[in-house]
């Protein structure tokens, strides 16, 4: 079974510049989220999506950070313009349904280098 | 904010069990203790995770105490590449998992 796929794997940018991460997650599962992680921090809950519904985006700040994801399967994670201190690991996971214990399964991230 | 305490590192030498605490001593009745790791330059990975009983799985054991203030996973045989650091999280639900800092354990040859 594929896990969950992200797409890049490294990104360098330019500060005011935009920037998008995509995530494939596993085949079946409803629900999507993205996570932010800094240097020697644990990731941090940015979004998560049940289908199609963004259904907690509290944690993702709306001025700069848009997130989508049509058809409820694929997702996208977009920063404009960015900003130096956007620079950390950005996570996708995917979990197969609402149920309380399931388990999320985590790409590699994509590793974000703003300059 | 984590509702958990865990050592920010330990050691454990090729072969033997590692054995990695966790206090959780505001956990409530309906909440889960779960445990994931991290290898370097990859996503976490879930483990293992338990309510009142001790579980066990094909990576790992959790023990939960019976006041269920603190947990240990238990590691029976670590290798290196079970290098990594450690989550654990509490949370009523798996859909929303705060991650604190981790354990990072370093397995020696």
């Known amino acids: 079974e594929a896990g969950v796929v992200q797409s890049p794997r490294y990104k360098i940018i330019e500060k005011k510049q935009p920037v998008a991460f995509w995530c494939n997650p596993i085949s079946g599962h409803n629900t999507l989220y993205w996570y932010l992680q800094n240097l020697g921090q644990g990731p941090e809950l940015l979004i998560r999506?049940?289908?199609?519904?963004?259904?907690?985006d509290s944690q993702l700040p709306k001025d700069r950070f848009s997130a989508e994801r049509l058809k409820g399967v694929d997702s996208t994670l977009k920063i404009q313009p960015a900003e130096l201190g956007d620079s950390a690991v950005y996570l996708c996971?995917?979990?197969?349904?609402?149920?309380?214990?399931?388990?999320?399964?985590f790409g590699p991230g994509t590793r974000l280098t703003v300059l | 904010d984590a509702k958990t305490t865990q050592p920010p590192s330990m050691d454990c030498a090729e072969g033997r069990a590692a054995n990695l605490p966790c206090n959780h001593s505001t956990i409530s009745g309906n909440e889960y203790v779960y445990w994931y790791r991290q290898i370097h330059s990859q996503g976490p990975q879930y483990i293992i995770h338990?309510?009142?009983n001790n579980e066990t799985n094909e990576m790992a054991s959790l023990i939960i105490t019976e006041d269920r203030k603190s947990s240990t996973l238990i590691l029976p045989h670590a290798t290196l590449r079970d290098t990594a650091v450690y989550y654990c999280?509490?949370?009523?639900?798996?859909?929303?998992?705060?991650f604190g800092q981790g354990t990072r354990l370093t397995i020696n040859p």
């Open positions: 999280i509490v949370n009523q639900g798996a859909q929303k998992l705060v």
């Open positions: 999506y049940e289908n199609e519904e963004a259904v907690d």
């Open positions: 338990g309510l009142k």
């Open positions: 996971a995917s979990s197969p349904r609402q149920g309380m214990t399931d388990t999320q399964y």
